[in-house]
């Protein structure tokens, strides 16, 4: 009985990983084949049925009373926080909000420090779109003070509460003007497409181990009853 539920269960994760594996290799070339491309306008961003990893050239300030860290960012083995900000894109009217990089932590007593320009820049910056769940902002509260430590990112609600039109989706930008650490993983270190495979492997092996000692100890304990009833015979005789 456990085998009959453990063997599909073990075959479905297998399969599982298999599908999570060719999810990842598309992404990558999707983002390998987006990144090469020409930015596009930040006005064109919203006809984009399809906007993750396409890259975009802004135009504009930011906002540097409206500053989001991103907490729990790792970087090799160094813990810090990514920081995004509110960015007006005078061109299009557009406000998106922008991550300008990734800062170290060394005490958490003391929040990393920053500094914003004030005046006009032009950036590249490519749409982030996570792969997994949507973006939720936390429990912190709509008036809590600026910045806001925060774990997890929902532009829209930004734009709500500051009464502002804008994108729905995260940009990262790339290195240049007002840039902190770049160098954007795709996907999260160490769980590239192999990976998966990998762990699809693992599961299979699994499946296979268990079915095979199924078998076994069926034939196992069919031997055992042919000796069994074996003995009864030439006993009764």
Known sequence: MVVLVLLPLLVCLGFWQLSRSE?????????????????????????????????????GRFDAE?????????????????????FHDEASD???????????????????????????LEI???VYVSPGATF????????????????AIEPDKLWTE???????YELRQESGPAAYEAGWPVVSEGMG???HVAYAV??????????GLYLYLGWHNAREQHHGSGHESTRHS
Not at 27 to 46: C, F, G, I, K, S
Not at 162 to 168: A, R
Not at 203 to 209: C, I, S
Request: aromatic share 10%.
């Open 23 to 59: 999810q990842k290799r598309v992404l990558l070339e999707n983002h390998a084949q987006r990144r090469t491309a020409e930015p596009v306008a930040a006005d064109q961003l919203q006809a984009l049925p399809d906007p993750a990893f396409r890259r975009v050239l802004l135009s």
């Open 66 to 86: 409206h500053s989001y860290l991103l907490d729990n960012r790792m970087r090799g083995d160094r813990v810090g926080v990514e920081l995004l900000q509110p």
């Open 94 to 120: 557009l406000w998106l909000l922008v991550n300008r990089g990734w800062l170290p932590w060394p005490d958490r007593r003391t929040p990393p420090v920053f500094s914003t320009p004030t005046k006009q």
């Open 124 to 126: 590249g910056a490519w």
């Open 136 to 151: 939720q902002l936390g429990a912190d509260p709509a008036n809590a003070s600026w910045p806001r430590l925060v774990t």
């Open 162 to 168: 500051l009464g502002h039109t804008g994108f729905h």
């Open 193 to 195: 497409p192999e990976k």
């Open 202 to 211: 693992q599961w299979f092996a699994m499946a296979l181990a268990l079915f």
